[in-house]
């Protein structure tokens, strides 16, 4: 009978060493998947999962759907009918963000916020920038630069017509807190 207690105590025991390694091992390799994932990534792996609370420089508070990433973007939609571009550089936080990443074949755009930008100018729509004191200009953008956007600055109930266009104001890309389309 004690011989049965002392090997149950040592197969105790070392069922217990066991649990401590594989513990060990879980949380070191949960670290090292952690340590070489991206704001990208994670964003990517949020896509149309659920709502998270991004702080916008100069917008605030804005509690949306991650709609789409790209390579230096976020793209927010706080309803589904309106939606909001955010540079990378613009996000000053993000809570309820998973890390995850984006399942297989759901690859996030890897085309620049510039790229993002020229396609906005090209569907000439009516767009309010959003800098990152909280400024707001509106209007269409007629150019899109390297690392700058021209916006042709109209009222928004307006079409752009040269005798709606008060100026043509360049914005440098890392100035742009926010882009909504209006």
Known sequence: MRWERLFDD???QAAAEADLELAAEVADRTRRERAVLGLHERLAGMRRVGAVSAEVAGLGAVRAVVADVGADWVLL???????VLV???ALRSVVGLAWRIAPVGA???GFTVGAALRAI???RAVVTIVDRDGQRRSGTID???QDAVDL????IDLPRRPEHVGDVRTIPFAWIGAV???
């Open 10 to 12: 040592l197969e105790a």
């Open 77 to 83: 939609a706080p309803t589904p009918e309106r939606s």
């Open 87 to 89: 540079p990378f550089g």
């Open 107 to 109: 690859v996030a755009k």
């Open 121 to 123: 100018s090209r569907d």
């Open 143 to 145: 150019a899109v630069g």
């Open 152 to 155: 042709a600055e109209h009222p």
């Open 180 to 182: 909504l389309r209006v």
